[in-house]
């Protein structure tokens, strides 16, 4: 029965976002605060720069630790800020 549970906790929607980023908190019980940053290129310049943006991400054990390199995948809400799941 426990099987069952874990697998729907871990459910992804179809063509679910998957982003990579680095861990910038780990404080939180099973949630770590993953910063993810990509490149724009600005529309009139042309020049590309960085946009970065912080993602709540569930981690079961707190295994992330600050500065670790994390793939996340989003998945339906956990939380009222969770929607993502560590990889």
Do not use: W
């Not at 990579?20 to 940053?37: P, Q």
């Not at 009139?44 to 996340?72: C, M, Q, R, T, W």
């Not at 995948?73 to 939380?79: A, F, H, L």
């Amino acid at each position: 029965m426990k099987e069952k549970i874990i697998q729907k906790d871990t459910e992804t929607k179809k063509g679910a976002k998957t982003l990579r980023g680095v861990v910038v908190s780990d404080k939180m019980k099973d949630t770590c605060v993953v910063e993810v940053t990509r490149f724009i290129k600005h529309l009139k310049y042309k020049k590309y720069y960085k946009v970065s943006k912080k993602f709540k991400a569930h981690d079961v054990g707190n295994l992330k630790k600050i500065g670790d390199k994390v793939e996340i995948r989003e998945t339906k809400p956990i939380s009222k800020d969770k929607h993502f799941i560590v990889i």
